[in-house]
């Protein structure tokens, strides 16, 4: 059974950093695509940062320069590293794999206050 544990959401205040976590177990998925996506208070969920098996990222314009995605395949284990936050960035941030099926973790918050 495939399952994604996210860690590392929280309150933090605005300028500061989080480093999120997500780890996948029940198969191999060092060659998967692997991703971040968030959802805030009555929006649409969206794209954050995305990170292939070789290692090329992706970003969203409003997480370029400040954020960074990384990934540790003998661990099937993608993180995020959030700097510079900002209040507008306070969303349930969810991890994405995509391999033989397309899997979803089950949300971490992230609030960012002033």
């Known amino acids: 059974q495939v399952q994604l544990v996210e860690a590392g959401g929280g309150t933090v205040q605005s300028g500061g950093s989080l480093r999120l976590s997500c780890a996948a177990s029940?198969?191999?998925?060092?060659?998967?695509?692997m991703a971040w996506y968030r959802q805030a208070p009555g929006k649409e969920r969206e794209f954050v940062a995305g990170i292939t098996h070789g290692g090329i990222t992706t970003y969203s314009t409003s997480a370029r320069g400040r954020f960074t995605t990384s990934r540790d395949n003998a661990k099937n284990t993608v993180y995020l590293q959030m700097n510079s936050l900002k209040l507008e960035d306070t969303a349930v941030y969810y991890c994405?794999?995509?391999?033989?099926?397309?899997?979803w973790g089950q949300g971490t918050q992230v609030t960012v206050s002033s």
């Open positions: 029940g198969n191999d998925f060092s060659r998967s695509f």
């Open positions: 994405y794999v995509r391999s033989w099926a397309v899997y």
